[in-house]
């Protein structure tokens, strides 16, 4: 009994000390399962629960891929989930998808559109209801790439498509695909776009692209995209398809056609009554709608993708040409106005010697010089066309300067005579009586005098052939040429996009893209027989530095401000680069190389065959590199373009200033490596990707056949 009584109490001993240990887990994980996101998923038009329905989430504070159990769960049997520890975190943001079907697959399989919930943050221990009502889901694939006007080159950046629902929809929805952000977060292929079921829709896309314009270099335009000429209106799990190319273009014959073409022609009608002579303007004019007209022909006949770019081509004619007109308009607005402004003091001369022609006594000829003025002065209202425009525009400009040139000449005809008097005494006249012997001539009688008459009639010629020239106004085409300084390293023709012909900076051809340069290739094959075309790749000059050079080994950096991507064989042929290369020059077969200046080469402790990290700043996108070649600073300073000008990237300093590149700033890599890394950068940053280097330099040779 005593041994029953003993074994009691320790029993009741060890329960008392180990119950801290059997709680202290069951204490742990219900704090941990205080952090949670749960919900239902339902049928948004019958309100029955959706089983099976995947739930995407992501950690925005670790940007891990989700996978299965860690970011990807499904709805039970109710439509119900439940997501806690370990990957809802205290601190951390997320967002949540809802959708049912699989988007991995080609083409995916989707049952209901996917929803979103953005920006769930959880600042304590919490648990929130993140719910979703779902509409069943159609799908729209996208057969190719857009095609933009208004932009120099075919290949486009990115492409948004957004999902317009005709009728009210009181659900929210995915409703942007393409280079979206919603699309890249659920890994959905860019041609896919998921439409609600049974709900008519239209679609916007807007495409950016580069401009070739500094000032602004990227640009979007946005169009609609119909069924035809409806709505979609597609049932339940039904699929259907567009050509993006073929809808752009449709789209950019429509804008050329009702709205640019119109608003040309308008300018023109409008300078010609306001008095310009506008006869080659309606030519081109004409020439440009014929081109229209062709390419919208052509694109009803197109078969094969590959054909469209002729389309594209046709139209950025007629769109150039417009530009052109409207330029030109612009240009000759800006000539009669300014002439408009000066002219009066012509006519205030040609007023004078009229005056002066017609009668002998001063008080004459000062009331004449006043009406003619006033006479001419409402004639070149109606004749000239800028006197017409900035009478309209600011009266006050023109009245000032009408009233000055008029006061300045009556001072010079009638004021300076009668202060400034000739010489009395016999002899040699002195230059400065010339004015005043001048104006006395033109006292006296024009019988007995026939100088008087010749210097009046020589005047009124001069006059004459003045006001003709400056109220006339014509378009000229041209090709300016002017010689180069120094030799060219080789022969060939440079095409490349410049700021001005003074200015080092340059507008760029293309993207880095390998679509891009073969779509350039295309389109240079069809201009006639070419050879040893050869691309170049530079950044877009900044007053930044563009990548860091780093050595794995000791950790030691290097900012570089210039990236040159070339076709190492044709280059040589072009520049002889190879000459300022120690070691071994690029081969269109390396991959990963690199050639740095040979003083960096030192400075951060590396040589011929190491590796050296290529770090893109401004991203989170780092390469490695093996040094195949070090640059000699002397002989690559040395180098010439064919231009004559100088060779390499350039940068822009922090007073504004512009300058080249020197060795120690650059690094040369080849074209395909470049690709690469752009490639890189456009899987890190799928929305708007930025450009590392952009087509700066399209460089060939004529054929023997091209004259």
Known sequence: MPDMKAKCVISQILLILLLPVALSPMGYISAQESTAVYGRVIDANTGLPIS?????????????????????????????????????????????????????????KVKYVPSMVKNIYFKYSEKKNVSFALLPAALIEVSDSPYIVQSPNPKTLSSTLKVIPKEKVNVTFVDEYGDAPCAWWMRLKRNIIIVPAEIPVILEAKVWFFTGDARKPVDSKAFLIHNGSIPFLLRKGERSSFSLSKTSLSAGVDFLKSKMLIDVSNKIDEAQKIGFVVFDERRMLTKAYNKIAEARSLLERIKRPEKYIDVWMKLREAYETLNFISATLSGKRIIAMSNAIYLPAVMAAFSMTLAFFLFEKEKRKMIASILIFILYSFLLYFIHPGAH???????????????????????????IPRVWKERTIEGRVSWRSALTIIFSMGKRQIRRRKIRGFFTILSITILILTFTSLTSFGTVFGIVSEGISGKPPSDGVIVKRMMNRMSLLFSPLGTSNREDLSKIMEALSKLGEIERVTFRLKNMPASKPIVRLVNPGNKRSWLIYGILAIDPENEAYYTNIEEAVRGEYLSRSDVQKILIDERVAGIIGVDIGDNVSVEILGTRVTANFTVKGLINGEKYDKLADMDGGPYGPVRILEDGSVRVCNSTEVIIIPLEDALRLQDLVNAKYPERPPQVTVLSEIIFQPGKSVN
């Open 389 to 415: 425009i900035i009478v309209d525009k600011n009266l006050k400009v023109f009245l000032m300067s009408a009233c000055t040139s008029f006061l300045v000449a009556m001072l010079v005809v009638f004021g």
């Open 52 to 108: 099976n329905a995947t739930i995407l989430i992501w950690d925005l504070n670790t940007l891990v891929p989700p996978k299965i159990g860690r970011g990807i769960y499904f709805t039970d049997e109710n439509g119900e989930y439940y997501v806690g520890s370990p990957y809802i975190k205290e601190g951390h943001t997320y967002y949540v998808f809802a959708y049912k079907g699989n988007l991995s697959e080609d083409p995916p």
